[in-house]
């Protein structure tokens, strides 16, 4: 695999297109992840992938709580309002914003929260788990394999998605994926084809300037 061309080139979809992924592909993109680096070895991170009967379960609930208004997320890392993080945070924050509906138009919202309802119509949802007690040196474990993962997929031609929206309900979560009460859904990764004629598929995330975030002291 090209890594800089993975790195460059590998961007969050946001409408899939419904075709299947076969077992065995999912399987060699997370053998290839497992490769990731991990703090003394530990591999904490659990792994489970949600497809076919089992996903469909977890869309319909999604989409049940998505639209209650009575009902709020409770991830297991708390969502954080834009204005509680800190100034440069907020300035990409809104940046980005600004951008979407430039490239999508001042719709770009609604279909945003459209597809979310569904998550995004994604073929699986990888979701990755610690059990109770882990160490937050687990947290950095999680996001390289994260990262690992939606690369290896990228290889194989697959898109992919890493969002909020997958872990919002870890209750409902840790009931369809048959979990025990001692392991924590942190984080998920949608997982599919992107869908070409989907507008909301057009948004794209530039980055800081190198030598705004890099320091190098000789």
């Given at each position: 695999m090209d890594v800089k061309d993975a790195i460059l080139n590998r961007r969050s979809i946001r409408k899939f297109d419904g075709k299947s992924i076969d077992n065995d592909t999912i399987k060699n993109i997370i053998k290839i992840a497992q490769k990731s680096p991990s703090w003394?070895?530990?591999?904490?991170?659990?792994?489970?992938?949600?497809?076919?009967?089992?996903?469909?379960?977890?869309?319909?609930?999604?989409?049940?709580?998505?639209t209650n208004p009575n009902v709020h997320g409770n991830p297991i890392i708390p969502f954080r309002e834009m204005?509680?993080?800190?100034?440069?945070?907020q300035k990409n924050m809104q940046h980005w914003l600004s951008n979407n509906?430039?490239?999508?138009?001042?719709?770009w919202g609604n279909l945003i929260s459209e597809n979310s309802?569904?998550?995004?119509?994604?073929?699986?949802?990888?979701?990755?788990?610690?059990?109770?007690?882990?160490?937050?040196?687990?947290?950095?474990?999680?996001?390289?394999?994260?990262?690992?993962?939606?690369?290896?997929?990228?290889?194989?031609?697959?898109d992919s998605l890493p969002?909020?929206?997958?872990?919002?309900?870890?209750?409902?979560?840790?009931?369809?994926?048959?979990?025990?009460?001692?392991?924590k859904v942190i984080f998920g990764i949608g997982l599919g084809y992107r869908d070409d004629n989907a507008s909301i598929n057009n948004i794209k995330s530039d980055r800081m300037n190198t030598n705004d975030v890099l320091n190098i002291l000789n």
């Open positions: 003394v070895n530990a591999q904490t991170v659990r792994i489970n992938v949600a497809k076919g009967k089992t996903l469909d379960k977890i869309k319909k609930d999604h989409y049940d709580l998505n204005d509680k993080w800190d100034d440069v945070s509906q430039k490239q999508v138009g001042s719709e309802n569904h998550l995004y119509n994604a073929s699986a949802v990888v979701y990755l788990s610690l059990p109770n007690d882990y160490s937050e040196w687990s947290l950095i474990d999680l996001g390289l394999l994260a990262q690992s993962i939606m690369l290896a997929a990228y290889e194989m031609g697959i969002a909020y929206e997958f872990v919002k309900y870890p209750k409902q979560l840790g009931e369809n994926l048959a979990l025990d009460d001692h392991e």
